[in-house]
């Protein structure tokens, strides 16, 4: 029968009716999903999402580390798994009770298995505060979930250290299952138990879902995390690898460089005690003393010019930087250029005034135009052309990048480069003998003996100038030498 209510604004009369049988398949959905279950599975994918971008996070914290040449601290990484935690609660899939789902306990096992407890323990109190804000009736829940992966996995990290065991990407994907389903069902225990309430409009499936998403999202987080150290672990061990042999090949090249100084020196010497002994032998023949006494002389310029070239090859002596004008440095040496090359070859300079000042030595710089004038010429057979010219580099974003790989970030240089370029149309060179020609003493002549210092002093002066050194060649065009400063 009808029951009517009577108010002190509006009348209610509610009206009974008889039962009817609830159909089967609504039934199932309720026993098994509530209608969270879509907004569950989005928020799960949601936050897959945002361990994604995690990881890159991770990634760049990783590069910076190693280009600034330091280690991040277990305090920071807590600190900032503590703010990726609050970020996975702040896409959340909440049941109409108030409970809160997301991957906050697969973010809390992976700083604890990873990075051990000091990082855990930074990070657990930044996230549960965080979870006493939001409130709710599954505050002592959600804590747990925060609290329990972390407790566990570091427990596992601790573990691991201890039997000298290195976390592997298949025992990460074991401990994520063992950590997640672990935790998780202790937490759906404790709300089953002392929370009964707040499960009423949560189904059996999407208990399933929730206890599936932690190890899931920790899974997703730590594999990719260690899967970024591999690779970074990787270029790391090839870049070792790239120096280990560098510095093999530079000892051999120095091996090589002893052998040819202590040939020059021991001729050198040779020279002077025999001239000296023969001169003491024909004091009273003043042409001969004249023609010994030359000879000595000349030994001993040799041997002076030996020494400047290992002085520059070095780079051990301090620069006198000034401002310099590299086009009138250029134009100033050009009689001295001249005369160092062939008469067969046409020196042509093209200079332009205006080009802009650098901070350079100006005896280093016009020793490196020197060498590379010297080594055009050897390139030539007796006749041909040598071109110098000082001119503003415009480059593009590109070429400065390339230009500049490599450099650290704080040596950048985004200004403006003055351009110094020797080109001749000698026989060029083939790719192998171009990444060659800095060492010292290297040679394609025959008679190898007479080859110096020249190019390494080049590339000696330009580094110490923090200045690049480009080269362009081709067999049968010619070759171009630039330097930028």
Not at 352 to 374: C, F, K, N, P, Y
Not at 456 to 480: M, N, P
Request: glycine share 10%; net charge neutral.
């Amino acid at each position: 029968s009808p029951l009517t209510i009577h108010g002190p604004s509006a009348t209610v009369t509610l009206q009974s009716c008889s039962s009817f049988p609830v159909p089967l398949t609504q039934s199932w959905q309720g026993v098994w999903f509530s209608m969270n279950a879509s907004t569950l599975a989005q928020g799960t994918v949601v936050n897959l999402f945002v361990l994604l971008g995690f990881v890159a996070v991770c990634a760049m914290l990783r590069a910076w580390s190693a280009t600034q040449q330091r280690t991040v601290s277990s305090w920071f990484r807590g600190g900032l798994f503590g703010g990726m935690a609050i970020v996975a609660m702040l896409v959340p899939v909440t049941a109409s009770s108030g409970m809160i789902f997301d991957s906050r306990a697969g973010v809390m096992g992976t700083v604890g298995l990873l990075f051990g407890p000091l990082a855990a323990l930074v990070a657990v109190p930044i996230a549960i505060a965080f979870r006493l804000h939001l409130g709710g009736s599954g505050v002592i829940p959600g804590c747990l979930e925060i609290f329990l992966p972390a407790l566990v996995g570091s427990g596992l990290q601790v573990w691991y250290r201890r039997q000298g065991r290195e976390v592997t990407l298949p025992r990460v994907v074991v401990d994520s299952l063992v950590v997640g389903f672990s935790c998780n069902a202790t937490i759906l225990l404790v709300v089953h138990t002392f929370f009964a309430a707040a499960m009423t409009d949560i189904g059996i499936g999407v208990q399933i879902l929730v206890l599936v998403n932690a190890p899931l999202s920790m899974i997703v987080l730590s594999s990719l995390i260690v899967l970024e150290q591999r690779h970074a672990g990787a270029i790391a061990s090839l870049a070792d690898s790239e120096r280990r042999m560098l510095h093999s090949q530079k000892m051999a090249a120095v091996g090589e460089l002893a052998g040819k100084i202590s040939h020059g020196f021991i001729n050198t010497l040779a020279v002077l005690t025999g001239n000296a002994q023969l001169i003491e032998k024909n004091a009273d023949d003043p042409t001969m003393v004249t023609e010994l006494a030359g000879s000595i002389v000349e030994a001993v310029q040799d041997a002076s010019g030996l020494v400047a070239e290992l002085l520059a090859f070095s780079v051990n002596g301090p620069l006198d930087k000034q401002p310099v004008n590299l086009a009138r440095l250029v134009k100033g040496i050009g009689e001295i250029l001249l005369k160092s090359l062939d008469p067969g070859i046409e020196l042509v300079i093209d200079v332009d005034d205006h080009a802009g000042m650098v901070s350079a030595d100006s005896e280093r710089l016009e020793q490196a135009v020197l060498h590379m004038v010297i080594n055009a010429r050897e390139a030539m057979a007796g006749s041909g052309r040598v071109a110098i010219s000082v001119k503003p580099a415009h480059l593009t974003n590109r070429q400065r990048r390339r230009l500049q790989g490599g450099v650290n970030a704080q040596n950048y240089h985004d200004g403006p480069f003055v351009l110094l370029s020797v080109q001749d149309d000698g026989q060029g060179m083939t790719p192998e003998v171009a990444a060659r020609i800095f060492e010292p003493y290297f040679s394609t002549k025959p008679r190898s003996e007479k080859a110096g210092l020249g190019l390494a002093s080049v590339y000696a002066i330009v580094k110490q100038h923090d200045g690049f050194l480009d080269v362009e060649t081709k067999v049968g065009r010619g070759t171009t030498m630039r330097i930028y400063l």
